[in-house]
């Protein structure tokens, strides 16, 4: 299994520009989030899924939307690009038939805004 | 989810055990205690958890005090690829509920 995986692992966007950052998963897992990583912070939660169709907002949604058509992927997309939004972002999965519940994350999308 | 409580920072020599506190006094009855690891901005890693008591897996041990308000999470024999930060994260154990991150303990491992 390849878990996780993201991409690009790295992208440089100007204000204003839109983009989407690709998450997929090989794990069968249903549940999917987006998080982001500011320097020396710790993640918050964008957005989350808990299966094909169903998506919900996290602590900071504003700026991107999300959309969940397969088990496989989930999508995150930057509408208009702002500084602000300069970050790393990681995607994660979980099974809802593990014993531990424990989500596994991809390597991330670091994004720079200019 | 209950809020936790970790140092900044610790320093460990390497081969000697990892001790690494968090605080979690306002606890419900149904949250678990877990914890993850972030190696040099890679993405999180699952570690442990539990609810109220001891724990061990390969990776490390989990203490979780009898009151449940604090807990230690043990790395035995610290290496340097165990240099990250250390997230304790409670939460209640079932699916599709959301991890909420702290600033975790940036846990220094020196030879």
């Known amino acids: 299994n390849a878990g996780v995986t993201q991409t690009p692992k790295f992208q440089v966007l100007k204000t204003g520009q839109s983009m989407t950052l690709q998450c997929a998963q090989d794990?069968?897992?249903?549940?999917m989030s987006w998080y982001r990583q500011d320097p020396g912070m710790g993640l918050r939660l964008i957005h989350y899924?808990?299966?094909?169709?169903?998506?919900d907002q996290g602590e900071v949604p504003n700026g991107y939307n999300v959309s969940r058509s397969t088990t496989e992927d989930f999508p995150l997309r930057l509408l208009s690009a702002a500084p602000s939004q300069t970050s790393v972002y990681f995607c994660?999965?979980?099974?809802?038939?593990?014993?531990?519940?424990?989500?596994?994350f991809g390597p991330g999308t670091r994004l720079t805004v200019t | 989810d209950a809020k936790t409580t970790q140092p900044p920072s610790m320093d460990c020599a390497e081969g000697r055990a990892a001790n690494l506190p968090c605080n979690h006094s306002?606890?419900?009855?149904?949250?678990?205690v877990y914890w993850y690891r972030q190696i040099h901005s890679q993405g999180p890693q699952y570690i442990i958890h539990?609810?109220?008591n001891n724990e061990t897996n390969e990776m490390a041990s989990l203490i979780i005090t009898e009151d449940r308000k604090s807990s230690t999470l043990i790395l035995p024999h610290a290496t340097l690829r165990d240099t990250a930060v250390y997230y304790c994260i409670v939460r209640v154990r079932e699916y599709g509920n959301k991890l909420v991150f702290g600033a975790g303990t940036i846990l220094r491992v020196k030879s």
């Open positions: 794990m069968n897992h249903e549940y």
């Open positions: 306002t606890i419900s009855g149904n949250e678990y």
């Open positions: 539990g609810l109220k």
């Open positions: 994660a999965s979980s099974s809802p038939t593990g014993a531990t519940y424990e989500q596994y």
């Open positions: 899924s808990v299966g094909a169709g169903i998506t």
